[in-house]
């Protein structure tokens, strides 16, 4: 199956080493030529300027389209509205997998939005994966040895690892359906039992808790646009936003990704400490 992925950055890299275990070629969209991309067998990289018609012409002899594209700007909205039409316009590809994503109605196209929850790689070092640092948009920092939970750090959260999501997406397209949600969680917990895995395994970690009135405060008050959607994401937790349906995601689970290891933090961590050099 051929498969395009609009989108070229951490993601896309997980993708591009799992699809091919699954004997799908990938097509990466790219705005500018990635080395990473290159000279790979079952990869091929497509320049586009993501207007309809150049993104059409990209995935014409593609048969899924899914986008790994995280921006914050208006862009994205019009960038996705180009993947939409794109797909309308193409004779072969009507599936169609976005990214964060809602409000597509069209029935000329199939389509899932996937729900993981929170990716689970931030508790390795930066060299043991492709995941960039997002400072304190997530609880885990190890560059800086702190673990910041928002609120009580009771409340339950889903964590994927990105590799394990990359299979699953591998998975999905193979299905003739799809739901209009699809449910992916390697494991439910909470920050604090994060917290203190993370500070047995890299016992120099510092962990505080951060108020919920703090972050409303700076959500309301502050003028850092970093600052906000950092106190934003903060907010996921205490909101429950990041907890998912644990009846849907094992019911996907059987449905989609039957024969998955969906692995641990715990698992992520041993394999980092095992191999210095492998990206988890």
Known sequence: MRIAVAGSGAMARYISDEFPKYVHEVVILTRSWKEVFANRAHIKQVVTNYSVASLTAAIGNCEVLISVILSYSADFIDVHRNLIQACLASPQCKRFIPSEYGGITRTELQWTLVSVGWLADYVV???NRYLVGIGESYPVNLADKHVIIPGTGQDPVDLTAARDLATALALLVKATTWEPYTYISGVKTCWN?????????????????LGLGQ????????EDEDEILA?????????RAGSLDPVKVEEHRRKYFPGVNFRSPKELIVAAKCDGSVIV
Do not use: C, G, R, W
């Not at 106190?231 to 909101?239: E, G, I, N, T, V």
């Open 125 to 127: 070092p930066s060299k």
């Open 193 to 209: 039992e994060l917290a203190e895995l993370v500070q047995q395994h890299y016992p120099d970690t510092n962990i505080k808790h």
């Open 215 to 222: 972050i409303l405060h700076t959500i309301q008050k502050s």
């Open 231 to 239: 106190a934003q994401y903060q907010m996921f937790a205490p909101l």
